[in-house]
Nanobody, 115 residues
Framework: QVQLVESGGGLVQAGGSLRLSCAAS????????MAWYRQAPGKERELAAR???????YYPDSVKGRFTISRDNAKNTVYLQMNSLKPEDTAVYYC?????????WGQGTQVTVSS
């Protein structure tokens, strides 16, 4: 059974940094994409960052230049370094892994940025 275990969320002041980690355990066939999504209260879940198996990354404009996604393929782990955090970054952050014919979600980790 596949599990995604997230860590690193918490409370930080505006301008601060946090690093999220997501470790995938279990049998995942050919991980294609690893990503972080976020969902703020009353809003839809949105993509925060995505990285392909080849290392190509994508960021929406809202986080570009402040967030950095990286992955360790040997450990099936994806990271999200978040710098210059803003109150509008406050959300539950979810790890997402897409494999060949499968998709998995983490349980979510809360990130709260105070002004």
């Amino acid at each position: 059974q596949v599990q995604l275990v997230e860590s690193g969320g918490g409370l930080v002041q505006a301008g601060g940094s946090l690093r999220l980690s997501c470790a995938a355990s279990g049998r995942i066939s050919s991980i294609i994409v690893m990503a972080w999504y976020r969902q703020a209260p009353g809003k839809e879940r949105e993509l925060a960052a995505r990285i392909s198996s080849g290392g190509s990354t994508y960021y929406p404009d809202s986080v570009k230049g402040r967030f950095t996604i990286s992955r360790d393929n040997a450990k099936n782990t994806v990271y999200l370094q978040m710098n210059s955090l803003k109150p509008e970054d406050t959300a539950v952050y979810y790890c997402n892994v897409v494999g060949r014919g499968s998709e998995y979600w983490g349980q979510g980790t809360q990130v709260t940025v105070s002004s």
